[in-house]
């Protein structure tokens, strides 16, 4: 039976790095389990079914249950050596479709898709309008949202913070130390793109700082109180478990490796999806044609 290993690497095993996008709408996360539709999971039942032999396969971010990924890396070490576009087809043949194999590269030995990454990238959308496409995509939020207020959050959150305020219990067991190298917001219409770059995130990390920071951009919670949280203190009647973002808006963005190119500007990434805005009615004087009637 195939299964997930938090490996080292073997000796001179054949070694491939993949690069995957997948909807989490419908998987338990990433990381294999026994009970839970996985994206690990998924990927193991293809390579068994493709008849590939493999030892370890090791993701760069444990995504939650419902997260996506533009651009998930993983290593991953086979028996035998394959051509890199057969593995790739053939695990893109038995992938569901929600799980698509973008690239499948010759990698070192000594890869490892989570101890050699040097910073990670997630981007998280906002709605300010309701969408009847984008709900699995995006936190639709009702009450209206200072753009400033927001802006200045996020930059409170650049820096090197203790962010065990932002963190679930189990991760409080070690460091709660990280520096985040940038924080963007984008504004495109009714869509509101947030960009979160690091070396490493706490488990639910991302998802607590936006809900806190959406509480900001209400007014519910004030500026310096966000600033005692990145602190680590908690005032009162800050709860940022509490205020957990869904799970739908976030997306793993990028994972950069030593000798990467630089993330372009976030202006420059054209949004996961864009709620449309109504369509107009016609001019005046142009009415609409009655669509023809079908031959019997």
């Known amino acids: 039976m195939l299964r997930a290993m938090p490996s080292k690497p ?10 995957l996008e997948y909807d989490g709408s419908r998987f338990a996360g990433w990381q294999a389990q026994k009970n839970a539709r996985t994206v690990t999971g998924e990927l193991l039942r ?7 032999e493999a030892p370890d396969l090791g993701g760069a971010g444990r995504t939650d249950a419902g997260v996506h990924a533009l651009a998930q890396v993983a290593h991953l070490r086979l028996a035998k050596p394959c051509d890199p576009e057969r593995l790739r087809r053939a695990l893109d043949d038995r992938l569901p479709a929600s799980v698509h194999v973008l690239a499948v590269e010759p990698a070192s ?5 989570r101890h050699l990454a040097r910073a990670r990238s997630y981007v998280y959308q906002l709605s300010r309008r309701r969408s009847a496409f984008a709900k699995p995509w995006i936190w639709w939020i009702k009450e ?23 963190a679930v219990k189990e991760d409080v067991k070690k460091s709660t130390l990280v520096e985040v190298e940038a924080v963007e917001v984008v504004v495109d219409g009714d869509l509101i793109v947030l960009r979160f770059v690091a070396s490493h995130f706490l488990w639910r990390m991302v998802r607590r700082l936006v809900g806190t920071m959406v509480r900001v951009a209400s007014g ?7 600033a005692a949280l990145i602190g680590g203190e908690v005032p009162a009647g800050a709860d940022p478990a509490r205020w ?3 799970a739908a808006g976030l997306f793993l963005e990028r994972v950069l490796y030593p000798g990467d190119p630089p993330l372009p500007p976030l202006a420059a990434v054209t949004p996961i999806v ?10 005046a004087g142009k009415p609409r044609r009655a669509p ?5």
């Open 10 to 19: 073997s000796g001179q095993s054949p070694t491939y790095r993949l690069t």
């Open 46 to 52: 293809a390579l068994a079914d493709a008849g590939f």
């Open 109 to 113: 030995p000594r890869f490892h898709a």
């Open 144 to 166: 209206p949202l200072d753009l400033d207020r927001l802006r200045a959050a996020a930059a409170a959150v650049v820096g090197r913070h203790d962010f065990r305020v932002f």
């Open 220 to 226: 519910e919670l004030p500026l310096e109180s966000f």
């Open 244 to 246: 957990t973002a869904p």
């Open 274 to 283: 864009r709620p449309a805005a109504p369509t107009a009615p016609p001019p």
């Open 292 to 296: 023809k009637k079908a031959k019997a």
